[in-house]
DNA sequence: ACGTCTGTTCAGGAAAATTTGAACAAACTG
DNA sequence: CAGTTTGTTCAAATTTTCCTGAACAGACGT
């Protein structure tokens, strides 16, 4: 019996007739994540890990994925750290097992929690501090340039009531209540 | 009088006081675009032109961001593409001005109709083409696999489940209807 | 029609991100 | 404890992306 269970039905087919439909989900799910500003590889492996029924090793993946061990380790480990993937403990087993945590809607939670979250945060810091900036040089100004920074200050006004707005937004995804794209619009309505 | 409308205050002094502020918004927004997954560019170019009140030359924009020429018009021609700047022309002037589309809701729009939807319909299918692919290889195979390849399309259900889900909440957030996030986490329990 | 001004395209080069192989570290086996 | 096995880290190399300067093309004024 193979060490790991069965993951290949001839030991000399080398790949599996579902192999490649396997490779297409997974990149698909590749090209969403990279678009999503992850390691396109993290789509790969997560999808290959939750299309099977049973935990792989980072040897079977590298298999699969055609991957070195190093990029299998870097990846996965991000995925673990994004609470993607399990470390599944085998007892009698030497090699690590993994899993992918298969709520989706949990990950997406987490990842806007943790990530898009403190991006709309950093932002909205920057648009405050332009403005103090603006108001700091306000004094020393003439009259033409002074017209000129109180726009300045509108616009940035109206940039951080937007991203404010977008932070609600993403706190009521976070909590899985209903969410109003309308609040965006009427952010940048004349106050 | 000089040729693009009031650009600084003193003929010698090349910065003006307000340029930190506006570089410092235009980055933020640069990070936020380039998270976005376009060019940290473009968000650049759109914050400068957001943020001032009278529409500006490319050679401006170069200017105030130390660009080529060739990277300005390479990152604001994708900003007209997108429709997020608009061209103007002005009578008696040989140069283009551009401005900014100050409705970010709007942009916001467009942007998710026609980025994010066709991204998630080609992981739709995907999706069903392995779906597909499982299906045509099933005859062929053994017990032990037939098993496999089940889970395999049971599990690519959900995820074709998840991504129409997704595509619908983005169709809302399009139409600027309200959205439930909670129609995501259903779509992947079982059915 | 010619020269000038403006914007775009392109090939080359610089910078950034990814990937790899090898060295290292840690955990287990006999 | 020595020898394997497994996983991680690192520098180097590759690939990809981005940016620039120069060549090109179009429009305008004279």
Redesign the interface.
Same mark, same amino acid.
């Given at each position: 019996m193979p060490t790991a269970a069965?993951k290949q @039905?001839n030991p000399n087919d080398s790949k *599996?007739?579902?192999r490649?439909? $396997?490779l297409?989900?997974a990149?698909? %799910?590749g090209? +969403?994540m990279e678009?999503w500003?992850f390691r396109r590889h993290m789509g790969r492996l997560w999808t290959i890990l &939750? +299309?099977s *029924?049973d935990p792989m090793t980072t040897a079977d993946l590298a298999e699969t994925l055609q991957l070195s061990s190093s990029a299998v380790s870097l990846s996965l480990g991000e995925l673990v750290h994004w609470g993607a993937v399990r470390k599944i403990w085998r007892p009698g087993e030497r090699k690590d097992f993994y899993q992918a945590e298969?709520?989706?809607?949990k990950l997406?939670r987490r990842v806007y929690e943790r990530r898009e979250l403190n991006?709309?945060r $950093?932002?909205i810091d920057?648009?405050a501090?332009? @403005?103090r900036? !603006?108001e700091e040089?306000r004094g020393? +100004? /003439?009259r $033409?340039?002074r017209?000129?920074?109180d &726009? %300045?200050h509108k616009?940035?006004s109206r940039?951080s009531a !937007?991203s404010k707005a977008g932070e609600r937004l993403v706190r009521?995804?976070v909590a /899985?209540?209903?969410?109003? *794209?309308?609040d965006? @619009?009427s952010a $940048?309505e004349e106050e």
């Open positions: 069965a @039905q *599996p007739l579902w490649e439909a $396997e297409r989900a990149d698909a %799910m090209r +969403l678009f500003g &939750y +299309l *029924p298969s709520s989706v809607w997406l991006l709309i $950093e932002a920057a648009f501090d332009a @403005q900036h !603006l040089a020393e +100004l /003439g $033409e340039d017209r000129r920074v &726009y %300045m616009r940035l940039l !937007l009521l995804l /899985g209540r209903m969410i109003n *794209p309308a965006l @619009q $940048e």
